[in-house]
């Protein structure tokens, strides 16, 4: 079985500028979560999406940060534009549940590091 | 969601059994007991789950207290891939996971 998949690894870019990152979860997951998690700290849940609709995103900063889940199934996370203190690792995770606010065991992709300057 | 403590860091030898503490004093009747590591540069994994009775995987077995205010993880021989974060989460079975700091475990040969 294939696991999460996130891309890029790794991204520089300098304050006000944009950036996206892509996930590509767990074939049949209906669940889907991006986290944010900046060195030294657990992560932290940004949002969270059942199928193509969003659960869960009382903790995304909604004036920078926007996320989709077209179709159900990929999802992108962007950040227009990045702040020095968005420097984190982006984590996204998957899970079977499919129904209400899942806590099912979560699947999670490498992630994706990002530098600000 | 009940908030747990864990030691900011722990050493253990290869080879033997690694005993990571968790104490959750405030959890619920209802809440349950996760454990999920992340070894450095990638993502977290799951480990392991329960609610009331200890509970055994293939990787590592978990040990709740009958008050269920404390418990602990046990790898019973760790080898060096084990080095990584530990964390414990108490939560609510389809609930939002609150991550802490975890435990960095560091396995020595």
């Known amino acids: 079985e294939a696991g999460v998949a996130q891309s890029p690894r790794y991204k520089i870019i300098e304050k006000r500028q944009s950036v996206a990152f892509w996930c590509n979860p767990i074939s049949g997951h209906a669940t889907l979560y991006w986290y944010q998690q900046i060195l030294g700290q657990g992560p932290k849940l940004l949002i969270q999406f059942q199928n193509n609709g969003v659960v869960d995103d009382s903790q995304l900063p909604k004036d920078r940060f926007s996320a989709e889940r077209l179709k159900g199934v990929d999802s992108t996370l962007k950040i227009q534009p990045a702040k020095l203190e968005d420097s984190a690792v982006y984590l996204c995770?998957?899970?079977?549940?499919?129904?209400?606010?899942?806590?099912?065991?979560?699947?999670f992709g490498p992630g994706t590091r990002l530098t600000v300057l | 969601d009940a908030k747990t403590t864990q030691p900011p860091s722990m050493d253990c030898a290869e080879g033997r059994a690694a005993n990571l503490p968790c104490n959750h004093s405030?959890?619920?009747?209802?809440?349950?007991v996760y454990w999920y590591r992340q070894i450095h540069s990638q993502g977290p994994q799951y480990i392991i789950h329960g609610l009331k009775n200890n509970e055994t995987n293939e990787m590592a077995s978990l040990i709740i207290t009958e008050d269920r205010k404390s418990s602990t993880l046990i790898l019973p021989h760790a080898t060096l891939r084990d080095t990584a974060v530990y964390y414990c989460?108490?939560?609510?079975?389809?609930?939002?996971?609150?991550w802490g700091a975890g435990t960095k475990l560091i396995i020595k040969p």
């Open positions: 989460i108490a939560s609510y079975s389809n609930y939002q996971l609150i």
């Open positions: 995770a998957s899970s079977h549940t499919s129904y209400g606010r899942g806590t099912d065991t979560q699947y």
């Open positions: 405030t959890i619920s009747g209802n809440e349950y």
